[in-house]
């Protein structure tokens, strides 16, 4: 029942991360505002990232591959906010 629970629930932060990832993405193309555009894609990666766990046998939050995958995301938000800010 565990196993099922958590698999709905990595479902539903999959397609909210997929979801904000492509208004994040609508609103880059109407202002060509780069922050939009990572946080967008910021959100892409999360969202494939989370429904990359429901098709691993044994998932692991800690294995170095998920966990890259996530820090790579987060840098590039916090890559656009300097770059936003320093303009």
Same mark, same amino acid.
């Given at each position: ?19 904000? %990832?492509?208004?994040? !993405?609508?609103?880059? +193309?109407?202002?060509?505002?780069? $922050?939009? *555009? ?23 939050? %800690?294995?170095?591959? !998920?966990?890259?995958? +996530?820090?790579?995301?987060?840098? $590039?938000? *916090? ?9």
């Amino acid at each position: 029942m565990g196993a099922m629970i958590n698999g709905f629930l990595l479902g539903i932060i999959a397609t909210a991360s997929l979801t904000s %990832g492509t208004f994040f !993405l609508k609103f880059w +193309r109407q202002t060509q505002d780069r $922050l939009f *555009l990572a946080f967008g894609v910021a959100f892409i990666i999360e969202g494939i990232n989370r429904a990359a766990f429901l098709f691993l046998e044994a998932p692991n939050e %800690g294995s170095v591959l !998920l966990y890259s995958i +996530r820090l790579a995301s987060f840098l $590039l938000v *916090l890559i656009a906010i300097i770059n936003k800010n320093l303009r």
